[in-house]
């Protein structure tokens, strides 16, 4: 049973266009994630979600809206997709504790996002 | 200055080898820290997390100096199926609702036969 799944696992699409990636986890956890990871492997937060309330916004383009319609699912659309959008797009799931922070994410497979 | 700093290798060792990658953070408002895995075009995977008293699991030991706000990761015995990117990770989240990792760019590891 896959955990955190993501569709599509590769998107490739012209500049200007508008996408989504869907993202779900069958873990029952409250708090879902979306990832950036560039070309250099660097991997950053841009958004958080618990219980469909965002909570972490990073410094993202409002191109960039997340949507969450229930607590197994965080979507991502991206508006007029730039060339410095290409990235593997992870979304990764928690649950939320108030005893500890040491809760482990687990992640999805990945989109790659690839704009020409 | 980075969040979190690695040395980003990549470190070429043979098999059976003892391996040491080392992590600095930023934050000193850190609450959690992690060592993530991530294969070749894969997703960062758990490795272990990482308590201030140090903690093993296996062939795999890492240690926590929150005074200097350093981080270790010592792989023993080092397989070929060890080779992967290794993320040193801290939450400067308290648990709650504000969970939030901040990657270092990974160190990469690859074992020879």
């Known amino acids: 049973d896959t955990a955190v799944s993501q569709t599509p696992k590769y998107l490739v699409t012209q500049m200007g266009n508008d996408k989504s990636i869907k993202c779900e986890q069958n873990l029952g956890h409250d708090t879902m994630y979306w990832y950036k990871q560039d070309s250099k492997k660097f991997l950053k937060i841009m958004f958080s979600y618990n219980n469909k309330e965002l909570i972490i916004n990073e410094t993202v383009p409002n191109r960039f809206s997340p949507k969450s319609p229930d607590k197994a699912h965080l979507n991502l659309h991206i508006n007029s997709l730039e060339l410095g959008d290409s990235a593997v797009y992870f979304c990764?799931?928690?649950?939320?504790?108030?005893?500890?922070?040491?809760?482990?994410?687990?992640f999805g497979p990945g989109t790659r996002l690839t704009v020409l | 200055r980075k969040e979190v700093e690695q040395d980003p290798g990549p470190f070429n060792v043979p098999e059976g080898a003892t391996v040491a990658f080392n992590c600095t953070y930023s934050n000193s408002a850190s609450q959690s820290f992690f060592w993530y895995r991530q294969d070749c075009r894969k997703e960062p995977k758990l490795l272990m997390s990482v308590y201030s008293s140090g903690n093993e699991d296996g062939r795999f030991t890492a240690q926590l100096n929150r005074a200097s706000q350093y981080i270790s990761l010592l792989i023993r015995d080092s397989k070929l199926s060890d080779s992967a990117t290794y993320l040193c990770v801290v939450n400067i989240g308290d648990g709650g609702a504000t969970n939030k990792l901040i990657f270092g760019t990974g160190t990469l590891l690859a074992v020879q036969p």
């Open positions: 990764a799931s928690s649950q939320r504790t108030s005893v500890s922070s040491y809760n482990e994410q687990f």
